[in-house]
């Protein structure tokens, strides 16, 4: 208990000097060396029409490998969170952490006046996966920023790791239907759980990246599949 409490205050003293506190949460409801990265598939996907994942399910994707299908549901802790921005339409796709940037803004507003323009803003939060350890996951579209506070809240804020049930919720208006995640707190049992010198590592790269870095590891054609 003693050496987690120290990994939790060393996470925490890494947020809060990133500068992405709590003043910066009005992302909500409205990648150094990467990480893998999560996303949810949709039925347009090339990976869905391939045969490669399932519909509705989240996928971990590492590089240009294929992904692996995770399913619809899986154990998650929320460790640490930054703001996003990306444009899918460069090549590679440039991403942007400073809010208060230029090309945070531009990429912001395009994003907010069409959904469909590749442009994507929002939380990334840095979460540990059960039995896979640790992701990214951008919370890129409207439906998935609406959903970033449920995340936000079980963010290791007062010192103690919260373990949460991640899902994959399907999501139906009169036009479109679509996939969209959700995070409740869970009293399961992690199987596996990470180490004080990963964390800090992963925590330290994630917290830490610098602006414009470009995502080498994102296909070209990376775009938000979800509303």
Not at 115 to 121: C, K, T, V
Not at 131 to 155: D, I, M, P, W, Y
Request: glycine share 8%; net charge negative; aromatic share 10%.
């Amino acid at each position: 208990m003693e050496a987690l409490a120290k990994i939790l205050n060393s996470v925490n003293e890494l947020q809060k000097a990133s500068g992405y506190n709590e003043a910066s949460t009005d992302l909500f409801g409205q990648y150094g060396k990467f990480l893998p990265y999560i996303k949810i598939y949709s039925g347009n996907s090339g990976e869905v029409a391939s045969g490669k994942m399932k519909v509705g399910c989240f996928g971990i994707c590492k590089g240009k490998e294929d992904p692996i299908d995770i399913g619809k549901s899986i154990l998650a802790i929320p460790i640490a969170w930054r703001p996003t921005a990306m444009n899918s339409n460069q090549s590679p796709p440039l991403v942007y952490h400073n809010k208060a940037s230029e090309s945070f803004q531009t990429i912001m507003k395009r994003a907010m006046a069409d959904s469909n323009s590749g442009n994507m803003y929002g939380p990334e939060f840095l979460l540990w996966l059960d039995g896979h350890g640790f992701v990214t996951f951008f919370h890129g579209s409207k439906t998935a920023r609406n959903a970033a506070t449920a995340f936000h809240a079980l963010l290791p804020t007062d010192g103690s790791l919260k373990v949460g049930i991640m899902t994959s919720e399907m999501i139906k208006n009169d036009q479109y239907t679509w996939f969209g995640p959700k995070i409740e707190l869970s009293s399961q049992t992690m199987q596996t759980m990470p180490s004080e010198e990963e964390t800090m590592e992963a925590v330290s790269n994630f917290l830490k990246a610098p602006d414009s870095q470009p995502m080498v590891d994102i296909p070209p054609d990376a775009k938000v599949e979800d509303r």
